[in-house]
């Protein structure tokens, strides 16, 4: 699968990273190169391989539906970017 | 106190230096803290201290000995990646994105050490989130391999590695995501394992390729190592893939290796693959006799094959990025990390703070595994991933059929020099040929020193031998590991001009 320009900027947008002209430009090197790396995986014949996700297969846990998390606002606030009144602030949203 | 005695001892040493009152923890870590101002300005090894803390944290330790309630790591000086949350340490990963995050909450194995009345020495450097075979992508600067100032650690837990070579710790903690811990192990000449997935809480620990993350020790002795894993390893229900199994002592068998042939019996695995084509004439000598060593020990080898080997280096570039893109998506400059000075609005917001708070290998791992889940496309490359991934794993199910352990290198050369294989990503992945199939399979790996390779106009560096372990079997590669240290002392050795 040969990426192009666009495909590096369509990807960038997705993954919600600014990039330039200059960037896509080396950057479709060197995915190209990784992608070409990873291309040998379709030699392969995977026909009916159950897929594996963890090495142990193990069935997700449950736990009892309690509180287990004290509120540590503060805490957690102090390392924020910006905040006002216990709110964490971004850009205008709504109009 | 003479200091070379001291940095070179071994943690069951120091313990018993600090129980007979020859020496106090306050004493020990200072000691270790001159010796990092004295290097770390040169080797860069560490990227966050606090005197502070650490030497509240020795004295405690010391109030505790004094009480008689020491546990073995009392005392002893740790250096911790900095991968893993530290309250109130700045804990960075490595990253600008993280540049002022200070913890506000421990990492399992940071509370494991603690409850331990070990000392946190300072967190160490290492690649941008783990991503990296070199220490080159941390946005703190690269890190000096000891042996030759003009080489590279490895990566990503370069701090860790170079700390333990030089002798800027006792021992030190990383992650193994494809290799981060046994690849510096080898190319700085020391013990490091990647335990079993599922077996230290990765709690705490900043996530890169979740099914894959995997931290251990790193110290100078397999016999530090087991310590250390009797406080990593145990049940956490914090991390949704903690194993819930009994408390092992995993240096239970250290002792009981005796005799000429210590070994007698044990089966040793060489899969033919990774003594291939791409394996450095000089660092397959030192493996080679390495293997010879453990025949002397009573050892027998089985050829092997894996044959699904070479197919791990896409598998996993496919894999670790995929979820690293998940991962990393939480970077979003609103609750904490960087957020760019200007911005227009919510979208510009994201994409300019995520596009100066991350450096170019990962952005690169980032869109590789924004490519690979996106519509249409998750097929051919994750689905496709996890079923060769079943494959690679099914291929050491069938080799552990022959073989009690596995052995090779774990690197296909030694140290390469600062600036090498930096521009070049495909070239770099290269380095983890031999150790990503063990984290594919969430098998429990090690590096142990087996010599020095000397190319033509060269410093001698050194050379790690790879053991891999069936699943749980960490206990008897430590022995493994351990019966070849009683015979060899590669691993006591430290590079010259650092005394």
């Known amino acids: 699968m040969a990426l192009n320009i666009e495909d590096i900027k369509r990807i960038a947008h997705l993954a919600r990273i600014e990039i330039n002209e200059q960037e896509a430009a080396s950057t479709l090197t060197k995915l190209s190169g990784i992608l070409g790396l990873i291309e040998q995986m379709q030699a392969v014949n995977t026909e009916g391989i159950v897929p594996m996700s963890h090495s142990q297969d193990l069935a997700q846990r449950l736990r009892e539906d309690v509180v287990t998390e004290v509120n540590q606002r503060e805490t957690f606030q102090a390392i924020a970017p910006m905040t006002e009144h216990g709110l964490y602030l971004v850009p205008k949203v709504i109009e | 106190m003479i200091n070379s005695s001291l940095i070179n001892s071994s943690l069951t040493q120091l313990s018993q230096m600090l129980a007979s009152k020859q020496i106090s923890s306050v004493e020990m870590t200072q000691s270790f803290l001159v010796r990092i101002q004295q290097y770390n300005p040169t080797i860069n090894a560490y990227i966050a201290l606090d005197e502070e803390k650490t030497m509240a944290q020795a004295a405690a330790a010391d109030a505790r000995i004094a009480a008689g309630n020491a546990e073995p790591l009392t005392g002893i000086p740790f250096a911790q990646k900095d991968i893993f949350c530290a309250k109130g340490w700045k804990t960075t990963c490595g990253s600008k994105m993280l540049a002022n995050f200070v913890a506000p909450y421990d990492a399992h194995v940071i509370s494991q050490f603690d409850a331990a009345g070990a000392v946190n020495l300072g967190k160490t450097n290492m690649d941008e989130f783990a991503m990296g075979s070199s220490n080159e992508t941390s946005y703190f600067g690269g890190v000096k391999n000891p042996w030759d100032f003009d080489r590279v650690p490895g990566g990503s837990s370069g701090g860790s590695a170079a700390a333990v070579a030089a002798r800027l710790c006792a021992a030190a903690t990383g992650t193994d995501t494809g290799g981060s811990i046994r690849q510096p192990a080898s190319l700085c000449g020391f013990t490091g394992l990647k335990p079993t997935y599922g077996l230290v809480s990765r709690y705490g620990m900043i996530a890169f390729a979740s099914s894959l993350d995997q931290a251990g020790p790193m110290a100078k002795s397999a016999e530090d190592c087991a310590l250390m894993m009797n406080v990593m390893a145990g049940f956490d229900a914090r991390d949704s893939t903690s194993l819930d199994r009994p408390k092992e002592d995993y240096t239970r068998g250290l002792n009981a290796l005796s005799g000429d042939q210590p070994l007698k019996g044990l089966r040793i695995g060489l899969p033919k693959e990774y003594f291939a084509e791409g394996l450095d004439a000089n660092v397959a000598k030192v493996v080679q006799d390495a293997i010879a060593e453990y025949r002397k020990l009573g050892a027998e080898t089985v050829d092997i094959s894996l044959p699904n ?191």
């Open chain 2, 309 to 499: 080997s070479q197919l791990s280096i896409p598998v996993y570039y496919v894999l670790a990025p995929a979820e690293a893109s998940s991962n990393l998506s939480r970077y979003d400059g609103v609750r904490y990390g960087h957020r760019a000075a200007e911005y227009d609005d919510l979208m510009d917001m994201y994409m300019k703070s995520r596009a100066e708070g991350f450096g170019a290998e990962v952005k690169r791992r980032i869109l590789i595994g924004t490519y690979v889940l996106s519509a249409g496309y998750y097929d051919a490359y994750y689905l496709k991933a996890q079923q060769i991934r079943r494959l690679i794993a099914q291929d050491f199910t069938e080799a552990f059929k022959q073989c009690d352990i596995i052995m090779g290198p774990t690197a296909p050369s030694t140290a390469f020099k600062a600036g090498e294989k930096a521009d070049d990503p495909v070239a770099m992945y290269l380095q983890d040929v031999y150790t990503i199939a063990t984290n594919l399979a969430g098998l429990p790996g090690m590096s142990i020193p087996a010599g020095f390779a000397t190319n033509s106009g060269d410093k001698a560096l050194p050379v790690g031998l790879q053991i891999i372990g069936n699943y749980f079997d960490e206990a008897r590669m430590l022995d493994v590991a351990h019966a070849y240290q009683l015979t060899t002392d590669w691993h006591t050795q430290m590079p010259a001009g650092l005394e």
